[in-house]
């Protein structure tokens, strides 16, 4: 089992920044993969940005260029700074953590607004 608390979300104007932190509550060193989903309203859920253990990252197209994962086993913290940002990118953001197929956890998501 692993507990994930979102943090950092809030409103921004066009072109403005902000960065996510997620802290999970066992050693993220131990999970394969850590990535940020997002949900706008009455659209579905997506993978935006996710990262290997190895530190492989991905990326969607749409923030590609824009936003970047990282994670800091140290502080079992994994983050999403998000630069350039749209009123697209509007969405309640989540935290997963993958660890194997059919086990993986989430967090109570957190508002991101982009708006002036």
């Known amino acids: 089992q692993v507990r994930l608390v979102e943090s950092g979300g809030g409103l921004v104007q066009p072109g403005g920044s902000l960065r996510l932190s997620c802290i999970t509550s066992?050693?993220?060193?131990?999970?394969?993969?850590m990535a940020w989903y997002r949900q706008a309203p009455e659209k579905q859920r997506e993978l935006v940005a996710a990262?290997?253990?190895?530190?492989?990252?991905h990326y969607i197209d749409s923030v590609r260029d824009r936003f970047t994962i990282s994670r800091d086993n140290a502080k079992n913290t994994v983050y999403l700074q998000m630069n350039s940002l749209k009123p697209e990118d509007t969405a309640v953001y989540y935290c997963?953590?993958?660890?194997?197929?059919?086990?993986?956890?989430w967090g109570q998501g957190i508002q991101v607004t982009v708006s002036s």
């Open positions: 997963n953590a993958w660890e194997t197929v059919g086990v993986s956890y």
């Open positions: 066992r050693s993220i060193s131990s999970i394969p993969t």
């Open positions: 990262i290997a253990s190895g530190g492989m990252v």
